[in-house]
Structure formats: C-alpha cells, structure tokens
C-alpha cells in the first residue's frame, strides 16, 4: 500500500502532529508548501489546522490540486482548540473529486489562552496510533 503524509501548518502544530504520525508509520511528513508529488496513492493522511472555522487557504489549494487518479483515499487529522470543528471545505473538495475520505481524526490544539499546552505528547501519541489504526484495518486493501 501506497501512503503518503501531508501536513499544512502556520503555528507548527500540525507538523509536531505530522511528525509523530511519521515515526509510527515510518514514512516521511511533507510540508504542503513544498509541493509534495502523489503518484499512485492508496492513503493519504493530510494534516492541518482550524482558522476562522476552516482549513488554511495553503491546505485548501493542495486539495484542489489533488487528482483523483493520483489519491484515492484520505485520512483527515485535523488539529484545532474547539476540538470539534472538521476541515469542512477540504472534505467537501475531497467528495466532489471522488476521492474517499475514511475517516476524521480531531487533535486538540490552542488559541490565545485556550488549550493552553495542546497538542502534547498525549495527543501526538493518540494522533499516531489513529494513523496506525487506519492503516492496519487499510492493510490488504487495494
Ligand atoms: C488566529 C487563529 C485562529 C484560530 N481559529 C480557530 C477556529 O476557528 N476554531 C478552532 O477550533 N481553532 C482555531 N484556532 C486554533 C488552531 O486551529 C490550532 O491551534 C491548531 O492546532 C493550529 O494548527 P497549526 O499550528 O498546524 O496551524 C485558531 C488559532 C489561531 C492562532
């Protein structure tokens, strides 16, 4: 199987998620912003968090570019302070390509004094077991 681990960051969260996520699954995190190449994707975990109610504009522009032919499933691990409000616009983008989107994990992030000192190890660790979770029930699938 194919995977592949994009993250979108302005605060850096995403990428210590990412990161973590990386180690438990042994393949690189790429940043959006370096234009990461998908041929042939299985799954793709992309990683990002919440500004205003939705995804970064940096995020939302890799989605668009995203070819269905290329990627055919994403793992969506969103990091933001309300803990419950998913990247909607990239989901939304992600269905009308044909792209299926298995499944939301939700980290817990910050905000001025909200959330203070999230996301933590606590989260980094639940974020890579999600994403080795995925994988497993994933494995032998095509
Ligand atoms: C300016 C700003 C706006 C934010 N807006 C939201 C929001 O609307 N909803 C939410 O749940 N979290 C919001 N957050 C929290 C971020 O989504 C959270 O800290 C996330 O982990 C940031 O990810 P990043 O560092 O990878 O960019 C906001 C944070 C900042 C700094």
Avoid: W
């Amino acid at each position: 199987m194919n995977v592949k681990l994009v993250y979108c960051t302005r605060t850096n969260h995403s990428k210590k998620i990412a990161d973590s996520i990386a180690a438990a699954i042994q393949i690189p995190a790429e940043n959006v912003a370096d234009k990461p190449a998908l041929e042939n994707v299985d799954l793709l975990f992309l990683v990002g968090g919440i500004y205003s109610g939705d995804s970064l504009p940096g995020m939302i522009a890799f989605v668009e570019s995203l070819d269905q032919n290329k990627v055919r499933r994403v793992a969506l691990v969103t990091s933001c302070v309300s803990y419950k409000m998913p990247q909607k616009a990239v989901r939304n983008l992600l269905l009308n390509k044909g792209i299926v989107v298995v499944d939301e994990f939700m980290c817990k992030g910050s905000f001025l004094i909200f959330g203070l000192r999230h996301p933590n190890q606590t989260d980094f660790d639940n974020a890579a077991q999600y994403a080795k979770g995925i994988m497993e029930n994933m494995s032998g699938m095509k």
